[in-house]
C-alpha cells in the first residue's frame, strides 16, 4: 500500500506533468490553476498542499529541467581535463538529456524570454549557475592554473552560452531524426573543440 508521502510525491508530479502538457500548446502565463489541476485529475484546493501559486509550479519545472543536467555534466568533468574525451561526454550527456526531456526544455526556451518575470530571472540565474559551476571545475584543469578568476568566468561563459544554442539546435531537431541529432552533436563538438585549441594562444597573449 502507498505511504502519504508517495500519494503526495505523485500528486505533486501529476500536476507539474499536466502543465508540461499545457505548455506544449500555450505560454506560461496563459495557463489558469484550473487547467492545470483538471488535466491532472485532481481538485483546484489539492493544487495548493503542493504549490503555493502557479509561480511557484513554474519555479519547480525550471529547477527540474537544471537539476541533474548540471550534476551530470559536472561527473563527465570530473577528471579536471579538457580533452576530447571529457568534450565528447560533455555533449553526448547534453544532447540525450535535453532529447529525454524535451517539454521541459521547451518549456525554458519559450520562458526564458517570456512574460513571466520571476520564471525569466530564475532560468537566468540558472544558466549562471551553470557557468559558475563550470568556472570552479575550470580551475582545477593543470593547464588552466596560472589564469585570472575574470578570464576563467570568461571562458565558462563562452562554453555555456555555445550549450545553450546547442540546446536549441537540439529541440528543433524531431526526435526520430537521428541523422540531425548526429549532426547537432558533432558541430558542438567541433566547436568545443575549436574553444579549447584557442586557449593556448589566449593565454600566450596575456588576455
Known sequence: MDTRQE???????????AALQLLEQQSFSSIS???VTRTA??????FYRHFPSME????ALIGESFRTLRAMLREARAESTLDGHAIRDSVEILVSYVHEHRHHFRFVARERFGGVASLR???GAEIRLFSSDLASDLARVPELGSWRGEDLQLLSGLIVNLMVHTTEAILETAPD???AQQET???ARRQLR????????WRGAGG
Request: no cysteine.
Open 41 to 46: 485529475g485532481v481538485v483546484p484546493t489539492a
Open 177 to 179: 531524426d537521428r541523422a
Open 56 to 59: 511557484d509550479l513554474g519555479l
Open 33 to 35: 490553476l484550473r487547467e
Open 121 to 123: 530571472h530564475a532560468i
Open 185 to 187: 552533436a558533432s558541430t
Open 194 to 201: 575549436m574553444i579549447t585549441l584557442g586557449l593556448a594562444e
Open 7 to 17: 500519494r503526495k510525491q505523485r500528486t505533486r508530479q501529476a500536476l507539474l506533468d
